[in-house]
């Protein structure tokens, strides 16, 4: 995020009598300044409401609705906005939509906010604000930003709860959570989220649903069986997670260790070993409990169990192996920046810097910003 204040961009007019600020001639109420967004190189705060356009005024009103909660004029803002352009929501929110899709993440949050400020009783945007997070997390978390990716799964989190507390609830609210606790492991907090869309639910009809809503219901049920099959809720597991990802791997592998003696065919408990011995840098102990993951139902549809298993065959030594573990786990996952970066390690490793630097590249087309590409590509050139 950008650590300049936003609101350092507008200042604030008081305009004339019978000044209007649309086409319609909507009067504002002169008594009260607006806010309006300074011009690109623009120092002084000279006012000549000739050279002002609607959308400086539009602007100022947004970013002070952002970044300004405490505002005594929020409530006259919204209503000058809403008035002046009635559509100003829908048009944010394709907005918002189009550049979160994009991973414009600093625009796409500072259009969230402006949405947030404009309603911010709406828990359909508290939602989407949540879902932005998520997927911005994930974003920082492939490219290795692991601390913020944190802190934007915390956000993402705090907005979730926000939008479960609708009223009248919001099944999706709980539908997404439910995978978001998937993420982290958290299973029986999914388990719950899930079986509460699954209650919200009960009474629609399938015409009601419709074919994506019927679909997650499949989606929540299948997940909810695969919690109680594996018996992912087990307090061994959840404690795994929470020792290695914190950096307590050998308190993390004994946990493991314990649940895979009563759910030995579980691919889950196999992959979090071979985290755990992995980021130790045991890597044949790791491969070998990859390998075992890949042999248990489910394990072998992961690419992220095959991208982890080729990083222990490269450290082994094992280089063709690591390249066609790699090949398929890119099959399955063809976008993957993670998956990508290896086999330019991997080509690396082999000694072929130009197949690397193509690697590379291409992960640079499908993220622009990924920390890992660039130093590579930087050290690359260097070598030159």
């Known amino acids: 995020m950008n650590s300049s204040n936003p609101l350092d961009s507008v200042y604030f007019v008081n305009f004339p009598e019978h000044f209007s600020l649309s086409k319609d001639a909507f009067q504002i109420d002169t008594s009260i300044p607006l806010p309006v967004q300074k011009k690109d190189g623009q120092e002084e705060e000279i006012f000549d409401p000739s050279q002002l356009t609607e959308e400086q005024i539009f602007s100022g009103i947004l970013t002070v609705l952002a970044h300004d909660r405490n505002n005594p004029n929020l409530d006259y803002y919204r209503s000058v906005i809403n008035a002046a352009r009635p559509s100003i929501k829908k048009e944010l929110q394709e907005a918002a939509i189009l550049k979160t899709r994009d991973e414009d993440w600093e625009f796409a949050e500072e259009i969230w906010w402006a949405l947030h400020g404009l309603d911010p009783e709406n828990k359909a945007i508290i939602l989407n604000m949540a879902l932005f997070y ?205 998956i990508i970066s290896n086999l330019g390690f991997l080509s690396l490793k082999n000694g072929n810097e130009a197949e690397a630097r193509q690697y590379f590249l291409t992960v640079l087309e499908i993220d622009p910003e990924d920390p890992i590409a660039k130093a590579e590509l930087k050290e690359l050139s260097a070598e030159v």
């Not at 492939?142 to 099944?171: C, G, H, T, V, W």
């Not at 929540?220 to 791997?249: C, M, P, V």
């Open 134 to 338: 998520d997927q911005k997390a994930d974003s920082y978390r492939r490219n290795s930003l692991i601390e913020d990716a944190d802190a934007f799964d915390d956000m993402a989190l705090q907005y979730y709860k926000e939008a479960m507390d609708a009223d009248p609830e919001i099944p999706d609210a709980f539908f997404n959570v439910g995978y978001y606790y998937l993420k982290k492991r958290n299973f029986a907090d999914a388990r719950g989220a899930f079986e509460s869309f699954l209650a919200l639910c009960a009474d629609a009809t399938d015409e009601e649903m419709g074919e994506n809503g019927i679909q997650k219901k499949h989606e929540a049920q299948a997940q909810i069986t695969k919690i109680k099959t594996r018996n992912l809720e087990n307090e061994h597991f959840h404690n795994a997670y929470d020792y290695i990802s914190r950096g307590e791997e050998e308190k993390g592998i004994d946990e493991i260790r314990r649940f895979l003696q009563e759910n030995p065919a579980v691919w889950n408990a196999w992959f979090m070993l071979g985290w755990g011995l992995r980021r130790l840098g045991r890597f044949g102990d790791a491969k070998m409990a990859f390998e075992k993951a890949r042999e248990c139902e489910g394990g072998d549809e992961n690419a992220d169990t095959l991208n982890e298993l080729a990083i222990c065959q490269m450290e082994t030594g094992e280089l063709s192996e690591a390249k066609n573990t790699l090949v398929e786990a890119l099959e399955m996952d063809p976008d993957s920046t993670k």
